[in-house]
């Protein structure tokens, strides 16, 4: 194809054309279709019964445990995050590369196997199973242990979204703020806070999808005590067991709104964050003061 004909953008009509085509057919078949009969499901019985299946009091239970087990897991990787963060992107310092891979770790390992190493720590025949049994304290199979596998699996998503924000800003504003006589609690809020505050948004919004929809991890460590250690993930897979369709359904579609509003709230920080950008970049450039002309 001659370059006279090919657009400014570089490709044919027809395969910009197929491309979108493509990644739209690829969209409604395994995006949209299955949100669809998720939701079809769900109130196939009608109305009555998908909210009879909602107020149901295991599934209350439930809902009632993801949202603790979320509220305490996304602060404590919050300030996890900022932390590592900060030490990576603005010190040098020596294991900074083992900090960096240890971060990295619940992506490479099955969220399975992290149940399972919960289990052999502080299972009953586990390392402080028996001293945990000797002084009452329940660890596995009950909500510290669906906390403490929840919070393993979710903590990298906040650390690396601030990672290559925070290296790419630099430190420089941070010693300029310390020469001036800022304090590090003043200089973190007043300087950096404000500069990474969209991709700390992101990483929270990421972290909350994932410790609400977590299952492998969780399932091992909960025990399925149903009304007790179940989350939404985990009550809905007893309810299909069970052979209650309808019930699972309208669990799992509360799962899907919790994710399509978990996507709204991510569209809506993205464009704002665009707009702030829109608008730095529209601002005129400061022209640069004359220097007097020295006396002859």
């Given at each position: ?8 953008h ?16 690829f969209m409604l ?54 932390a ?12 900074k590369?083992f900090?960096t891979t240890?971060?990295?770790l ?6 399975v196997?992290?149940g399972l190493?919960?289990?052999?720590v ?17 660890i ?23 990672i ?13 703020a310390q ?34 929809g977590?299952?492998?991890a969780v399932?091992?460590v909960?025990?399925h ?6 989350t ?23 799962l ?8 709204v ?13 829109d ?18």
């Amino acid at each position: 194809m001659s370059a006279a004909r090919l657009p400014l953008h570089g490709e044919s009509r027809a395969v910009r054309f197929a491309l979108i085509a493509i990644a739209l057919a690829f969209m409604l078949l395994f995006l949209v279709l299955p949100l669809l009969a998720v939701f079809a499901e769900a109130l196939r019985k009608g109305v009555g019964a998908y909210l009879e299946a909602l107020r149901e009091p295991d599934a209350w239970a439930a809902i009632r445990l993801t949202l603790i087990t979320a509220l305490i897991a996304v602060p404590l990787n919050l300030v996890f995050g900022v932390a590592a963060a900060w030490a990576i992107a603005k010190f040098e310092f020596r294991g900074k590369s083992f900090l960096t891979t240890l971060i990295d770790l619940p992506f490479s390992v099955s969220p399975v196997v992290a149940g399972l190493v919960y289990v052999l720590v502080f299972g009953a025949q586990g390392w402080f199973g028996p001293w945990l049994a000797e002084h009452g304290i329940r660890i596995v199979f009950a909500v510290p242990g669906i906390v403490l596998a929840t919070i393993f699996v979710t903590f990298p998503f906040i650390a690396r979204e601030l990672i290559p924000l925070m290296q790419a800003q630099g430190n420089e504003e941070e010693q300029a703020a310390q020469v001036l006589g800022a304090t590090g609690w003043q200089t973190f809020w007043r300087v950096t806070l404000p500069n990474i505050k969209w991709g700390l948004l992101y990483g929270v919004i990421l972290c909350n999808a994932r410790a609400m929809g977590e299952f492998g991890a969780v399932s091992v460590v909960s025990g399925h005590i149903r009304g007790q250690t179940n989350t939404m993930p985990l009550h809905v897979e007893v309810l299909y067991n069970e052979y209650q369709s309808a019930a699972a359904f309208a669990v799992a579609s509360l799962l899907a709104l919790l994710a399509i509003v978990t996507l709204v709230i991510k569209t809506v920080i993205e464009w704002r964050h665009q707009r702030e950008l829109d608008a730095v970049a529209a601002l005129p450039p400061e022209r640069p003061a004359t220097l007097p002309k020295e006396s002859t």
